[in-house]
Nanobody, 115 residues
């Protein structure tokens, strides 16, 4: 079992920054990858960023160098630094991971970017 909890969402003006955090608890020692997804009503959840142990990262095409995913293994935290935010980045952001074939999600944190 793995539990994920996100924080750091909120409202920001276009061009601003937010830092999302995700803390993992439970059986975290065997986890090799974490990700951030986002979803808006009526659309499918989409990949924002993924981080694999060893430092490999993957970003959605829309990120275009504006976001950075990182982690702190000692504290089981995963971060998403979001800069130069745009109104179209408004969504609920979810942290995810896989453990023994089960896909785990956090409860999500709302990010709202005003123009």
């Amino acid at each position: 079992q793995v539990q994920l909890e996100e924080s750091g969402g909120g409202m920001v003006q276009a061009g601003g920054s937010l830092r999302l955090s995700c803390v993992a608890s439970g059986n975290v020692f065997d986890i090799s990858a974490f990700g951030w997804y986002r979803q808006v009503p009526g659309k499918e959840r989409e990949l924002v960023a993924r981080l694999v142990n060893g430092g490999t990262t993957q970003y959605g095409d829309f990120v275009k160098g504006r976001f950075t995913i990182s982690n702190d293994n000692a504290k089981n935290f995963v971060y998403l630094q979001m800069d130069r935010l745009r109104p179209e980045d408004t969504a609920v952001y979810y942290c995810d991971t896989w453990y023994r074939g089960t896909h785990y999600w956090g409860q999500g944190t709302q990010v709202t970017v005003s123009s």
